[in-house]
């Protein structure tokens, strides 16, 4: 079993940056590859970025492409998620998780995930 806790999050101006973390319990953690997603009001959950678990593989949604940067450091069993320039439309929150059987291809579908964090709310204004 792995639990995910995300932390970071908060209220900041468009333009400005943010720094997530995804801290994971269980000692497998360094062996899953990891996603961000995340949900705004009134829409579906969707990907914005996935590392393999040895970080030699990394995908973005395009919207982030260039602004947001994924990471891993597994001795610390935690994933980060390095968000520039921050647009209104980044508003949601957002949502770390992990797959179960780990195979170095990283996944962009939410059903394709088996466990998630609680989430962190981001919010920029304008």
């Known amino acids: 079993q792995v639990q995910l806790v995300e932390s970071g999050g908060g209220l900041v101006q468009a333009g400005d940056s943010l720094r997530l973390s995804c801290a994971a319990s269980?000692?497998?953690?360094?062996?899953?590859?990891t996603g961000w997603f995340r949900q705004a009001p009134g829409k579906e959950r969707e990907f914005v970025a996935a590392?393999?678990?040895?970080?030699?593989?990394?995908a973005y949604a395009d919207s982030v492409k260039g602004r947001f940067t994924i990471s891993r450091d597994n001795t610390k069993n935690t994933v980060y998620l390095q968000l520039n320039s921050l647009k209104r439309e980044d508003t949601a929150v957002y949502y770390c998780?992990?797959?179960?059987?780990?195979?170095?291809?990283?996944?962009?579908?939410?059903?394709?995930?088996?466990?998630w964090g609680q989430g962190t709310q981001v919010t920029v204004s304008s």
């Open positions: 998780a992990a797959l179960r059987f780990s195979t170095g291809v990283v996944r962009t579908r939410p059903v394709e995930y088996d466990y």
């Open positions: 269980g000692r497998t953690f360094g062996s899953r590859d």
């Open positions: 590392i393999s678990w040895s970080g030699g593989n990394r």
